[in-house]
């Protein structure tokens, strides 16, 4: 495995492997017979003290061990691949695919004028955009940037705040004349209220601070009217009165402006949420990555 031509070929063969499911597909396409392509990834598995793959009877599939593997392989040949075409293209280097993770509204409404802004600029770049309220795996779902709020736990990636937030308790200027609008935070949960579901369940939980000396932060368990997995649909419901929504106030900024929203409580629900961009903290990045990751950062500083 010292070889370097040899551990290209191997980790083509180990990604083939990953793709087809099958060492001996994998092989194949290599011009390898199947005991040769086992033999081979056997060796690369000593040479790497870890195992890639559990093996059955009926299938093929990575070990947690091999999806890291994967993702850092797949990195590793698409640099190889960008430093060869660059070496025969002109243009600035800025080319090749960012995949980007980011929560529903704000990916469609704020967002995407964003990046399309980034790619006229930049014409040979490609996206591929995954807008779920749910947090991404950066690794497993080989991710290279997501965007996130609130506070995050302690994580191996960097975070760079792209603009400050919080979630604020919203709905249409009608429904809250309906009905008289909540005076106190416990009074949400005998309202109709629209709850997002994630993947950690639904989000009933609608944290706020007491309002007074002591300054504590509390949470109202309200009832599930309506709920939806995707943001985007809790915000047009809240928009068409079908009731309260807890919401980041950067999503519905244009809904505020406009009237189409209005927010309740502002006096408790003042507990700071942040929006943040998150990216690998011990890899490489291509001048796709790190422009795109300065020009994101200007553009919501402007929306501070």
């Known amino acids: 495995m ?49 195992k890639l793959f559990e093996r059955t009877t009926r299938q093929l599939r990575l070990t947690e061990e091999g999806q890291m593997y994967r993702h850092f392989s797949e990195q590793a040949m698409a640099l190889m691949a960008e430093a060869e075409a660059g070496l025969h293209a002109g243009g600035d280097g800025v080319r090749g695919m960012v995949k980007i993770s980011a929560p529903s509204d704000l990916g469609r409404n704020v967002l ?7 790619r006229a600029l930049h014409p040979e770049l490609q996206y591929a955009l995954t807008l779920s309220d749910t947090t991404a795996n950066m690794v497993q779902d080989d991710i290279d940037l997501a ?29 809250i004349a309906q009905t008289g609008g909540p005076a106190t935070p416990e009074e949400l949960a005998q309202l109709p209220t629209l709850v997002l579901v994630t993947a950690l369940g639904p989000m009933q939980e609608w944290r706020y601070c007491s309002n007074d000396e002591a300054d504590e932060k509390r949470a109202v368990r309200v009832r599930r009217t309506q709920q939806s997995n995707d943001g985007e649909v809790i915000r047009k419901w809240a928009i068409a009165g079908q009731g309260y929504a807890y919401k980041s106030i950067l999503d519905i900024a244009g809904d505020l402006r406009s009237g ?14 942040p929006l943040n961009l998150l990216y690998h903290r011990n890899r490489y990045q291509p001048p796709r990555i790190t422009l795109l990751i300065e020009f994101l950062l200007e553009r919501f500083a402007d929306l501070a």
Do not use: H, W
């Not at 995407?112 to 980034?118: I, Q, V």
């Not at 189409?260 to 949420?273: G, I, K, W």
């Open 147 to 175: 965007i996130r709020y609130g506070q995050l736990a302690d994580s191996e990636m960097v975070r760079r705040v792209l603009a400050p937030s919080r979630r604020v308790v919203c709905a249409s200027p009608a429904l």
């Open 112 to 118: 995407m004028p964003m990046l399309d802004e980034f």
């Open 2 to 50: 010292d070889n370097g031509a040899d551990r290209f070929s191997t980790i083509r063969l180990f990604l083939d492997a990953a793709q087809l499911g099958s060492f001996s597909a994998a092989g194949r396409k290599q011009g390898m017979s199947p005991a040769a392509a086992s033999a081979c990834i056997q060796r690369l598995e000593a040479s790497l003290q870890v």
């Open 260 to 273: 189409r929203l209005a927010t309740v409580l502002d006096e408790y629900f003042t507990e700071s949420a």
